[in-house]
């Protein structure tokens, strides 16, 4: 009989939600959780040095760091993401959490650079935990406030992306880099506490099947839906760009003459919080037809965005002009590309993000070895050149795209 109400009342807040949408603090909550969860993944990067001299490492290798995190993020949208359309969220966001934070641990107690890159990979095969919120972010909301719902929660993953920079440098100063991931780890058994607490029950996964069938079927969509190619592509675009200017971005501003300490190297991060600001009205935009409007517009400022970036050496507050425009196009174009998607196949939400977040790993991790390659061989103006030229590319493919599709 117990077993009996527990399942009614399962069934009963499912059909709630269908039909009243997602609640402020519902999606405040997932907001939250975004961007606490996807801090582990960028923590490193104003630490890169500072992890380089610890261990021993060149600083033209050290970007291995951000890609093994990457490899380890793109594993984990293949093979754990797609789960979301399969058993129960609320159970598989919170293991998720809690094995993130043994993930952290180890990488605090590297003392080897293999040890190190193998914690960083289980660091980020776990961090698709945000996905997999942001799957059920879309999948509880209503059609009609999908797209701001997905934007307010992908605010929560831009503030956890820029806000990690800072707090990672902050903790970094105070006690080291190690420091940064245990008192993550300590963060993240706290949020699985309070989700298991406060979680509404899971609706019914949409898939039926075994795993495999599942896996085989989020390959299809690959292949089925063309939506999911184009924002693929402009996903691993705009992110390997990204990833060339935070990746590097540490390393003029730690050498002389500007010698920033982590603290302040992680200031920059804050720069950019005007992207996350963008990337709710970017939802609304989606919602309102305007996506590719807004995708043109925002590929256009992100390929400008390189130009005051360069004067790095002569300019701190032409720096930070340059960071704020391309983190604002960066989220913009991201948000665009989940809203769309996402109304392509309601069926298939966790699937979905999970395909289109490979191109999004892809991208980060082919941008963070380019950028410490290329600084270690030519300096911070060829980075630049580096980042232009892949925004250009991003921009020209819609171009392309528009003139295609409008004829």
Known sequence: MKCQTRTLVNAQAAADSATTGLSRLQTFLFAITCAMAVANVYFAQPLLESMAAS??????????????TQAGYAVGLLFIVPLGDLLDRKKLIVSQLLLSAT????????????????????????????????????????????????????????????LARFVSGVVADLAGWRGVYFVSAVMMIGLALLLWRTLPASAKPPAQGSYRQLLRSMFQLFLTERVLRIRGIFALLIFAAFSVLWTSMVLPLSAPPLSLSHT??????????????????AGRLADLGLGNRTTGIALAL???????????????????????????AVQAVHVTNQSLIFAARPDAQSRLVGAYMCFYSVGSGLGAIAATY???????????????GISAVALLYWAWLEYRYSN
């Not at 290329?374 to 232009?388: D, E, K, M, N």
Request: proline fraction near 2%; include cysteine; charge should be neutral.
């Open 302 to 328: 992100l390929t400008l965005s390189w130009l005051p970036i360069a004067f790095v050496d002569s300019s701190l507050l032409a720096m930070a002009v340059g960071v704020i425009l391309l983190d604002f």
């Open 264 to 281: 302040q190297i992680g200031l920059f991060g804050l720069a950019g919080v005007a992207g996350a600001l963008a990337a709710a009205r």
């Open 103 to 162: 993930a952290l641990c180890a990488v605090g107690l590297s003392e080897s650079w293999g040890v190190l890159l193998g914690a960083m990979m289980l660091v980020g095969l776990l961090a698709v935990v945000v996905q997999v919120v942001v799957a059920c972010t879309a999948s509880l909301a209503r059609p009609e406030q999908r797209g701001a719902a997905v934007g307010t929660v992908t605010s929560g993953v831009v503030l956890g992306i820029l």
């Open 55 to 68: 261990l021993g490492v060149s600083p033209g290798a050290i970007g291995v760091v951000v890609t093994a």
């Open 374 to 388: 290329t600084y270690a061989q030519s300096g911070w103006v060829a980075v630049c050149f580096l980042g232009g």
